[in-house]
């Protein structure tokens, strides 16, 4: 690492890494990857799109998906601008500042998508448990406020990140593990005392995806429960599948966050591929697979892109 310090006066640089051992091959990965950019933010465009033209989506539920589909795309766009220059441009160099940027807003729109999906269990709550009181709980008012909430509990927690790290000193070979900057991975860089740095990082963890994670579980153990108290079972399955999408959404976020995590703390042994390819799945899956699973199940949206692609109305 070398013995020459940066300190707060003199900021680093930091070089981003593609696919370790895999340098003959950026150009294909790039075509992957574009192509699930292309997929994520065409998606998630035809998303709102459709939500603002269906006056039958003016609900709750939708507007909770509307904004989910602008994280995604904001996922997408926070990380496209290094991808393109590592993957086909072979631009490995990243200032301090832009590097800073980049990290607040990819950690700010993943906080986010997590409490996107927690009142989006909520909505789900009140339409299975508390149906005749649907509309006057989640009022357009209130539906904007946990809107808000969401975004100001994410920019929160988020925002302190950044100033933590550019008070340390940061050692010479400053490479990063990634084609974008994240905290876990810029953690390790500095040369000085990362405590304050670690108890913050485990606070906003287990406050946001920990909670968060937590109460989504509740809320689908009391969704179940009242369920399974429908006498029909015809009833029973058409109630659950309202359910279907939203917990798709869930599992293809948590489950790939949760295997970063894993391979983080006990797979430091692994190769540098596995850590890279995990942390890509985290990033890119969910936003590319949530327009589609929206589009299939829900009947209004996959109605409007038919109509879309034949140029007729029904």
Not at 6 to 14: D, K, M, R, V
Not at 32 to 43: A, D, E, M, Q, W
Not at 60 to 74: I, T
Not at 125 to 137: D, F, G, Q
Request: glycine share 4%; net charge positive.
């Amino acid at each position: 690492m070398g013995g020459i310090l940066y300190n707060s006066s003199e900021l680093p640089t930091f070089t981003l890494t593609g696919l370790p051992g895999l340098e003959n091959s950026q150009h294909w990965m790039f075509l992957l990857l574009g192509t699930l950019y292309i997929v994520s933010i065409v998606g998630n465009a035809l998303i709102l799109f459709i939500v603002k033209e269906e006056q039958s989506l003016h609900q709750p539920m939708y507007y909770f998906l509307s904004l989910l589909s602008v994280n995604d795309l904001g996922v997408s766009f926070s990380t496209l601008p290094t991808v393109l220059a590592t993957f086909c441009f072979h631009l490995r160099k990243i200032s301090f500042d832009s590097c800073m940027a980049q990290m607040f807003f990819i950690h700010f729109f993943s906080f986010m998508e997590s409490g996107v999906l927690l009142v989006m269990s909520f909505d789900r709550y009140v339409a299975i448990c508390n149906p005749l009181r649907y509309t006057t709980m989640l009022t357009d008012s209130r539906v904007v406020c946990m809107g808000l909430w969401v975004i100001t509990r994410s920019f929160c927690m988020v925002f302190p990140l950044p100033f933590l790290l550019k008070r340390l000193s940061f050692c010479k070979a400053n490479i990063l593990s990634h084609a974008y900057c994240l905290h876990p991975d810029l953690i390790h860089l500095p040369c000085g005392d990362i405590t304050v740095n670690n108890i913050f990082g485990l606070f906003i963890v287990v406050s946001t995806f920990g909670l968060d994670s937590a109460l989504i579980l509740f809320s689908y153990v009391l969704i179940l429960h009242s369920v399974l108290a429908i006498a029909s079972r015809e009833e029973r399955l058409k109630t659950f599948n309202t359910c279907v999408s939203h917990l798709c959404a869930v599992l293809i976020f948590y489950v790939p966050m949760v295997g970063v995590s894993m391979t983080a703390r006990y797979g430091r042994h692994a190769p540098l591929l596995v850590h890279t390819v995990m942390s890509l799945i985290y990033l890119f899956v969910p936003p590319m697979l949530n327009p589609v699973i929206y589009s299939i199940k829900t009947k209004e949206i996959r109605r409007r892109l038919v109509r879309m692609l034949v140029g007729t109305k029904f």
